[in-house]
Protein backbone atom coordinates (compact mmCIF):
# COMPACT_ATOMS: atom_id res chain seq x y z
CA UNK A 1 0.00 0.00 0.00
CA UNK A 2 1.17 3.29 -0.77
CA UNK A 3 0.95 5.79 2.18
CA UNK A 4 4.09 8.11 2.15
CA UNK A 5 5.83 8.80 5.03
CA UNK A 6 5.06 5.94 7.08
CA UNK A 7 3.40 3.05 7.37
CA UNK A 8 1.36 1.65 10.01
CA UNK A 9 3.80 -0.89 12.40
CA UNK A 10 0.26 -3.28 12.30
CA UNK A 11 -2.90 -2.92 11.37
CA UNK A 12 -5.96 -3.67 13.53
CA UNK A 13 -9.16 -1.69 12.24
CA UNK A 14 -11.41 -3.56 15.10
CA UNK A 15 -8.95 -1.57 17.57
CA UNK A 16 -8.93 1.27 15.98
CA UNK A 17 -12.32 1.61 16.26
CA UNK A 18 -12.19 0.72 19.41
CA UNK A 19 -9.75 2.85 20.69
CA UNK A 20 -11.60 5.71 18.26
CA UNK A 21 -15.06 4.85 21.10
CA UNK A 22 -13.15 4.61 24.03
CA UNK A 23 -11.34 8.29 23.25
CA UNK A 24 -14.99 9.36 23.23
CA UNK A 25 -14.95 10.88 20.23
CA UNK A 26 -18.79 10.91 18.28
CA UNK A 27 -18.71 9.89 14.47
CA UNK A 28 -20.26 8.00 12.02
CA UNK A 29 -18.70 4.79 10.71
CA UNK A 30 -19.43 4.66 6.69
CA UNK A 31 -17.66 3.03 3.74
CA UNK A 32 -16.65 -0.47 3.25
CA UNK A 33 -16.01 -1.25 6.98
CA UNK A 34 -19.96 -0.26 7.31
CA UNK A 35 -20.88 -2.64 4.94
CA UNK A 36 -18.22 -5.54 6.48
CA UNK A 37 -20.21 -4.87 10.00
CA UNK A 38 -23.57 -5.67 8.24
CA UNK A 39 -22.46 -8.22 6.97
CA UNK A 40 -21.39 -7.63 3.20
CA UNK A 41 -18.50 -9.96 2.08
CA UNK A 42 -16.20 -7.31 1.28
CA UNK A 43 -13.16 -6.72 2.39
CA UNK A 44 -11.60 -3.00 2.90
CA UNK A 45 -8.32 -1.75 4.07
CA UNK A 46 -9.03 1.29 6.21
CA UNK A 47 -11.66 2.90 8.46
CA UNK A 48 -13.97 5.38 6.82
CA UNK A 49 -15.96 8.05 9.38
CA UNK A 50 -17.46 10.99 9.04
CA UNK A 51 -17.19 13.14 12.45
CA UNK A 52 -18.99 15.35 14.67
CA UNK A 53 -17.50 19.02 14.13
CA UNK A 54 -17.93 20.30 17.54
CA UNK A 55 -15.36 21.96 18.78
CA UNK A 56 -15.42 19.61 21.77
CA UNK A 57 -15.26 16.79 19.56
CA UNK A 58 -12.79 17.71 17.40
CA UNK A 59 -10.36 18.83 19.88
CA UNK A 60 -11.10 15.05 21.32
CA UNK A 61 -10.44 13.50 17.78
CA UNK A 62 -7.05 15.64 18.01
CA UNK A 63 -5.64 14.12 21.44
CA UNK A 64 -6.66 10.23 19.85
CA UNK A 65 -4.90 10.99 16.48
CA UNK A 66 -1.61 12.12 18.66
CA UNK A 67 -1.91 9.10 20.86
CA UNK A 68 -1.68 6.78 17.66
CA UNK A 69 0.90 8.80 15.82
CA UNK A 70 -1.90 10.03 13.03
CA UNK A 71 0.35 11.48 9.77
CA UNK A 72 -1.36 12.11 6.55
CA UNK A 73 -1.12 9.76 3.52
CA UNK A 74 1.42 11.38 0.95
CA UNK A 75 3.30 10.42 -1.80
CA UNK A 76 6.51 11.95 -0.16
CA UNK A 77 8.21 11.09 2.55
CA UNK A 78 7.18 14.33 4.44
CA UNK A 79 5.82 13.25 8.37
CA UNK A 80 2.52 15.64 8.59
CA UNK A 81 0.59 15.62 11.29
CA UNK A 82 -3.61 16.89 11.29
CA UNK A 83 -4.22 20.41 12.45
CA UNK A 84 -7.24 21.59 13.87
CA UNK A 85 -7.93 23.37 10.90
CA UNK A 86 -7.96 19.99 8.71
CA UNK A 87 -10.89 18.27 11.37
CA UNK A 88 -12.90 21.96 11.26
CA UNK A 89 -12.97 22.17 7.18
CA UNK A 90 -15.39 20.20 4.59
CA UNK A 91 -12.42 18.43 3.10
CA UNK A 92 -11.58 14.33 3.52
CA UNK A 93 -8.06 13.72 6.17
CA UNK A 94 -6.64 10.59 5.26
CA UNK A 95 -4.67 9.48 7.86
CA UNK A 96 -2.15 6.65 8.43
CA UNK A 97 -1.76 5.47 12.05
CA UNK A 98 0.27 3.14 14.07
CA UNK A 99 -2.75 0.68 14.20
CA UNK A 100 -3.96 1.09 10.55
CA UNK A 101 -5.06 3.91 8.00
CA UNK A 102 -8.02 6.16 8.96
CA UNK A 103 -10.09 8.35 7.09
CA UNK A 104 -11.77 11.10 8.53
CA UNK A 105 -14.86 12.65 5.89
CA UNK A 106 -16.17 16.34 7.18
CA UNK A 107 -19.23 15.24 4.60
CA UNK A 108 -19.63 12.23 2.50
CA UNK A 109 -21.76 11.99 -1.39
CA UNK A 110 -24.34 15.02 -1.48
CA UNK A 111 -22.07 17.18 1.08
CA UNK A 112 -24.17 15.38 3.66
CA UNK A 113 -22.55 15.83 7.57
CA UNK A 114 -22.58 14.02 10.55
CA UNK A 115 -25.69 15.92 11.95
CA UNK A 116 -27.28 14.64 8.44
CA UNK A 117 -26.22 11.10 8.56
CA UNK A 118 -27.40 10.67 12.30
CA UNK A 119 -30.90 9.20 11.36
CA UNK A 120 -29.53 7.12 8.47
CA UNK A 121 -27.43 5.32 11.51
CA UNK A 122 -27.91 1.51 12.94
CA UNK A 123 -26.32 1.38 16.42
CA UNK A 124 -24.36 -2.01 17.51
CA UNK A 125 -23.10 -2.98 20.62
CA UNK A 126 -19.29 -3.01 19.77
CA UNK A 127 -16.99 -4.54 22.80
CA UNK A 128 -18.70 -2.50 25.75
CA UNK A 129 -19.52 0.71 23.34
CA UNK A 130 -22.23 1.95 21.21
CA UNK A 131 -20.92 2.08 17.15
CA UNK A 132 -22.76 4.28 15.07
CA UNK A 133 -23.02 2.52 11.42
CA UNK A 134 -24.48 4.20 8.32
CA UNK A 135 -27.15 1.47 7.62
CA UNK A 136 -27.04 -0.59 4.67
CA UNK A 137 -29.61 1.39 2.22
CA UNK A 138 -28.49 4.87 3.07
CA UNK A 139 -25.01 3.04 2.38
CA UNK A 140 -26.24 1.94 -1.22
CA UNK A 141 -28.02 4.99 -1.94
CA UNK A 142 -24.85 6.88 -1.68
CA UNK A 143 -22.79 4.03 -3.91
CA UNK A 144 -25.25 4.58 -6.84
CA UNK A 145 -24.52 8.15 -7.34
CA UNK A 146 -20.29 7.48 -6.79
CA UNK A 147 -18.16 7.74 -9.66
CA UNK A 148 -15.57 5.42 -7.90
CA UNK A 149 -15.44 1.88 -10.02
CA UNK A 150 -14.64 0.24 -6.71
CA UNK A 151 -17.78 1.40 -5.21
CA UNK A 152 -19.83 0.21 -8.64
CA UNK A 153 -18.18 -2.97 -8.35
CA UNK A 154 -19.12 -3.65 -4.55
CA UNK A 155 -22.64 -2.77 -5.20
CA UNK A 156 -24.69 -5.60 -6.28
CA UNK A 157 -23.05 -7.59 -3.28
CA UNK A 158 -24.33 -4.54 -0.96
CA UNK A 159 -27.74 -4.56 -3.11
CA UNK A 160 -28.10 -8.74 -2.44
CA UNK A 161 -26.65 -8.49 1.42
CA UNK A 162 -29.91 -5.79 2.01
CA UNK A 163 -32.23 -8.39 0.03
CA UNK A 164 -31.38 -11.32 2.18
CA UNK A 165 -31.00 -9.12 5.33
CA UNK A 166 -34.46 -7.82 4.94
CA UNK A 167 -35.69 -11.53 3.91
CA UNK A 168 -34.70 -12.81 6.80
CA UNK A 169 -35.61 -9.70 9.65
CA UNK A 170 -37.76 -7.87 7.89
CA UNK A 171 -37.88 -4.39 6.36
CA UNK A 172 -36.57 -2.90 10.17
CA UNK A 173 -34.07 -5.02 10.67
CA UNK A 174 -31.33 -1.94 10.71
CA UNK A 175 -33.05 -0.49 13.54
CA UNK A 176 -31.61 -3.18 15.55
CA UNK A 177 -28.22 -5.52 15.50
CA UNK A 178 -29.06 -8.25 13.18
CA UNK A 179 -29.27 -11.44 15.76
CA UNK A 180 -25.74 -13.86 15.79
CA UNK A 181 -27.35 -17.10 14.40
CA UNK B 1 -33.45 -22.90 -13.25
CA UNK B 2 -35.56 -20.61 -10.42
CA UNK B 3 -35.54 -16.47 -11.72
CA UNK B 4 -34.18 -15.78 -8.82
CA UNK B 5 -30.92 -18.05 -9.60
CA UNK B 6 -31.07 -16.35 -13.22
CA UNK B 7 -30.59 -12.87 -11.88
CA UNK B 8 -27.94 -13.92 -9.38
CA UNK B 9 -25.84 -15.33 -12.36
CA UNK B 10 -26.14 -11.94 -14.00
CA UNK B 11 -24.77 -10.30 -10.86
CA UNK B 12 -22.21 -12.53 -10.34
CA UNK B 13 -22.81 -11.61 -6.90
CA UNK B 14 -21.96 -15.09 -4.90
CA UNK B 15 -25.56 -15.34 -2.32
CA UNK B 16 -23.64 -18.32 -0.25
CA UNK B 17 -20.97 -16.17 0.90
CA UNK B 18 -23.07 -13.68 1.66
CA UNK B 19 -25.46 -15.88 3.52
CA UNK B 20 -22.08 -17.26 5.45
CA UNK B 21 -21.70 -13.57 6.61
CA UNK B 22 -24.89 -13.01 8.05
CA UNK B 23 -24.29 -16.09 9.95
CA UNK B 24 -21.76 -14.40 12.06
CA UNK B 25 -21.95 -11.81 14.32
CA UNK B 26 -20.92 -8.22 13.71
CA UNK B 27 -17.12 -8.44 15.84
CA UNK B 28 -16.80 -11.89 13.73
CA UNK B 29 -17.10 -10.04 10.38
CA UNK B 30 -14.35 -7.61 11.64
CA UNK B 31 -12.30 -9.78 12.65
CA UNK B 32 -12.46 -11.83 9.52
CA UNK B 33 -11.85 -8.57 7.76
CA UNK B 34 -8.96 -7.69 9.86
CA UNK B 35 -7.48 -11.49 9.32
CA UNK B 36 -7.95 -10.83 5.39
CA UNK B 37 -6.06 -7.00 5.83
CA UNK B 38 -3.31 -8.54 7.00
CA UNK B 39 -2.90 -11.64 4.72
CA UNK B 40 -3.29 -8.97 1.89
CA UNK B 41 -0.39 -7.29 3.58
CA UNK B 42 1.77 -9.59 3.95
CA UNK B 43 1.76 -11.15 0.36
CA UNK B 44 1.99 -8.06 -0.73
CA UNK B 45 5.29 -7.76 1.18
CA UNK B 46 6.16 -11.06 -0.02
CA UNK B 47 5.67 -10.16 -3.84
CA UNK B 48 7.72 -6.85 -2.89
CA UNK B 49 10.52 -8.62 -1.63
CA UNK B 50 10.40 -11.40 -4.88
CA UNK B 51 10.26 -8.39 -7.24
CA UNK B 52 13.34 -6.38 -5.59
CA UNK B 53 15.48 -10.05 -5.48
CA UNK B 54 13.94 -11.00 -9.13
CA UNK B 55 15.95 -7.15 -10.09
CA UNK B 56 19.18 -7.83 -8.15
CA UNK B 57 21.98 -8.64 -10.88
CA UNK B 58 23.82 -12.12 -10.15
Given at each position: ?????????????G?L??RL??????FI??G?????I??A????M????V???????????????????????R????L??????????????L????????DI??VIE?????????E??????????A??V?????????????????D?Q???V???T??????K?G??????????? | ????????D??G????????F?K?????R?Q??????R???E???????H????????
Open positions: MSIGGTKPTSANLELELEAGVDLVGLAAVQGPVTTDVDIHSQSPENIARLLAFLKSVDAVQRMDDNVEPKERDLSGKGHVLTTRIGPLLAGGRTYEDLLHTVEIDFRGHLRLDLKTLIELKKTSTDPKKRLPLKELRQLEEYRGHDKEDSPKE | MSEEAKTDQSVDRGLIAMLMSPEELANDNAFTIMLRDVYRRKTNERKPR
